[in-house]
């Protein structure tokens, strides 16, 4: 595997834990109990921490990168492993 795959790779896990984890641990100010900002929307969080958002979704996406790479390098789950329709008709080795 090139290494620009691993870095595209990473990046995707990246960016899709970065979005998973943004909902986590945010609070509203109705729910802390601090004053609103006059025009502040109800959703707006108040304690949102963009540091820990990168820091959290860097580690995630390290470790489901290694486990993708090393699957691939292993072979431990494949294509015919997760196939839960069967082969379709005609591409069958009894076909040709």
Same mark, same amino acid.
């Given at each position: 595997? /090139?290494? *620009? !795959?691993?870095?595209?790779?990473?990046?995707?896990?990246?960016?899709? !834990?970065?979005?998973?984890?943004?909902?986590?641990?945010?609070r509203?100010?109705?729910?802390?109990?601090?004053? /609103?900002?006059?025009?502040?929307?109800? !959703?707006?969080?108040?304690?949102?921490?963009?540091?820990?958002?990168?820091?959290?979704?860097?580690?995630?996406?390290?470790?489901? !990168?290694?486990l993708?790479?090393?699957?691939?390098l292993?072979?431990?789950? *494949?294509?015919?492993?997760?196939?839960?329709?069967?082969?379709?008709?005609?591409?069958?080795?009894?076909?040709?």
């Open positions: 595997m /090139k290494i *620009t !795959s691993i870095v595209a790779i990473y990046a995707l896990f990246w960016v899709m !834990s970065a979005f998973l984890l943004l909902p986590f641990g945010v509203t100010a109705d729910e802390v109990g601090a004053e /609103k900002v006059p025009g502040q929307a109800d !959703s707006a969080p108040v304690n949102f921490r963009p540091g820990r958002l990168v820091l959290r979704a860097t580690a995630i996406a390290a470790l489901l !990168s290694a993708y790479i090393a699957n691939y292993e072979g431990w789950v *494949t294509i015919e492993d997760i196939n839960i329709f069967g082969t379709p008709p005609g591409y069958g080795p009894e076909d040709n």
